[in-house]
């Protein structure tokens, strides 16, 4: 866990480890959730990087006779 100081302006600095943990990219995009007293940043991914991610998944699957 790391600590981060608020500026005046209430920006932070996100620390250069997670930054490069997390591969972010200035002017990236995060979602700010808030969950009682607690602040997650979710990174948006741009959709076209989720394709292939089901490659070699098994879509076979067998019907009940009563769903034919």
């Given at each position: 866990m790391e600590t981060v100081k608020l500026s005046p302006k209430y920006q932070v600095v996100i620390p250069k480890?997670?930054?490069?943990k997390m591969k972010l990219?200035?002017?990236?995009i995060l979602q700010i959730l808030?969950?009682?007293d607690?602040?997650?940043f979710i990174p948006v991914r741009d959709i076209k990087l989720s394709?292939?991610?089901?490659?070699?998944?098994d879509?076979?699957?067998t019907?009940?006779?009563d769903r034919i």
């Open positions: 480890a997670i930054r490069e990219v200035p002017g990236q808030e969950s009682g607690r602040i997650e394709r292939g991610f089901l490659k070699g998944m879509t076979e699957f019907r009940d006779g």
